[in-house]
Structures are given as C-alpha cells and as structure tokens.
C-alpha cells in the first residue's frame, strides 16, 4: 500500500485507556491524514497534518489528538478510550493538498471493550 | 454545506454485463471528484479522478466515470463486470474539503 505502514494492524482496549496508532510512510509526502471507518458514515476525517508540527482538526476530532514531530510518522492517540471510537482507523497520505489523490494504509482494527 | 450522496448500499450485477455505481453531490463552486475502491482488509485504492473537461474519465481497471454538472452526478461505470470487481466502492467529492460518500458495495455473480 503505497510505502504507508500502520501500527498495530489490531488492537483490543479496555474503556479509559490511552491508545497511540502510529502511521510511517517512506514517501515523502507532504500531507498525511487519519480516517475513521465506520458502517452507513463512509470515512470521516479526524484530524490531518500539512508539515511537521503542523495539524489541523477534522470533523470527528473529539476524542483524539495527533502528532507529528517527523515527516514519515504520524501519530494518533486517543486519551481516554470510549466505546464509541471502536473502529477502523486508516492512514493516508498525499503529495499537497487541496485536489491530490490519497493513498491509503491498510488500516487498523481498534475495538474498545 | 458540501455533500455526497451514494444512494446504493449493494449493486449486484452479472459477469460481462454493464455496471453503473451511482454518485450525486451538492458543493458550491467547482470541485474536484473521486472514485475509490476498497478490497477486504485492505485501505481504499484510488480509482479516476475528475477535474474539469472531458466528462468522461478513464481509470484504472477499466472504470469510467461519467460527470454530469446539471445532475450534479458523477456515476461509475464498466461496459463489462469481473467477478474480481466485486469490492465497496466510495465516491468522494473536494470543494473546500474532501468528504467521503457512505460507499456501495458492488458484488459480480459468475
């Protein structure tokens, strides 16, 4: 998929926990984004970054923050896991914004108990 | 506000007959329009996309997308299914922001 892995592809949580998902791509691109997946809703954005240090919010960004202190990698982490954020959480990336296609990683399977 | 709309959850076709995929979207303005496609446990794959000109826009795999502005539609098309199309199927639309459709999953019979 593109030079884009996630990490883990799986993970089980219990209610309350903090949970980091890690993104990595060897493409160089500029913009990298974090999705959720979710049966009748599509995809919904969480939060994305245009550059190092650089985030911005998405639609669904309760409940989640993000980091990037490198251009390759890119973090997501919820505080304080809920229910309600038992999801499939995909990575994706661009060269720049604004009209580019995204490539996407393979995802990952989130289910909090 | 910016929107689009899948109205199929499943489309079922035969092998070697046509496919359409329906799309429809309400922006202000020009945008630009997606077609994804997602295998089971894999990330979306990007399919065509649409800027302006032509209304017809090649793809990959041998997808088409036909752009009707008075419609305001972008439907996904294949003169002839493959059993190996069966996939969900997102349209995507970006005027200021790129939003995803809620995806129909396309399944071709033998």
């Known amino acids: 998929d593109a030079g884009i892995t996630q990490s883990p592809r799986h993970k089980v949580t219990e209610t309350g926990t903090p949970v980091t998902l890690r993104c990595h791509q060897t493409e160089n691109h500029r913009y990298m984004y974090w999705y959720r997946q979710d049966p009748g809703h599509g995809l919904r954005l969480i939060h994305y970054s245009y550059g190092v240090k650089d985030t911005d919010k998405g639609e669904v960004s309760d409940g989640y923050s993000v980091s990037r202190s490198k251009t390759e990698d890119f973090l997501l982490t919820l505080e304080s896991a809920t229910s309600s954020q038992t999801s499939v959480y995909f990575c994706a990336i661009s060269e720049t914004g604004g009209g580019q296609k995204l490539f996407f990683g393979s995802g990952t399977q989130l289910s909090v108990l | 506000a910016q929107s689009v709309a899948q109205p199929e959850d499943q489309v079922n076709v035969a092998e070697g007959n046509p496919l359409t995929v329906k799309c429809t979207y309400s922006?202000?303005?020009?945008?630009?329009l997606f077609w994804y496609v997602q295998y089971p446990n894999r990330g979306l794959q990007f399919l065509l996309k649409?800027?302006?000109?032509?209304?017809l826009v090649k793809g990959s795999y041998g997808f088409e997308a036909e752009f009707n502005k008075s419609q305001t539609s972008f439907h996904l098309k294949k003169p002839s299914a493959l059993v190996s199309d069966s996939a969900l199927y997102f349209c995507?639309?970006?005027?200021?922001?790129?939003?995803f459709g809620t995806g129909t999953r396309l399944q071709v019979f033998p």
């Open positions: 995507a639309v970006d005027a200021d922001k790129l939003i």
């Open positions: 649409y800027i302006t000109g032509d209304n």
């Open positions: 922006v202000s303005g020009n945008p630009y």
